[in-house]
């Protein structure tokens, strides 16, 4: 049980259906906390550096064409394995395949329209963090206080 950081992406299509609060809202509620959180567009140097793991693949070309379609919400999540968890919220990378109750088949059918991104090691995280949050210091929580206990 490790705390972590991980980096989503709110992608062009959740953004253009109005979908970035619920789909935020189901991180928040699962327990993962922000501790970094912006709207920007990106371009196409930072589109490629983000999915250089992709370059030469038959989708490269459109997946950046589409990232750099609209604005994005970009967000780093703390938590007990947050790379893991926000996986699963996430759900697989093809909608068709991924579970019910995850975002990417409760609101999409096509791969390369599947809503939300998120890193897939804390190697990753960390790359793709330097990225969106090149040079900003992001706050952490105080983990110091108890929770509200029901007896
Ligand atoms: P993930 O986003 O689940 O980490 P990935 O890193 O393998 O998946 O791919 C990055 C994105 O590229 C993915 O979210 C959607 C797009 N993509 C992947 N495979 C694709 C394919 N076969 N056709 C079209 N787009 C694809
Ligand atoms: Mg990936």
Redesign the pocket.
Known sequence: MALERTLILIKPDAMQRGLAGEILARFERRGLRMVGLRLLKVDRDMARQH?GE?EGKP?FN??VKYITSSPIIAGVLEGTNAVAAARQIMGA?RPTEAAPGTIRADFGLE??R?LV?GS?STASARREIAIFFAGERLPTWKRDVDPWVFE
Do not use: K, M, R
């Open positions: 999915y992709h989708f459109g997946l990378t791969v390369g599947n991104h897939d």
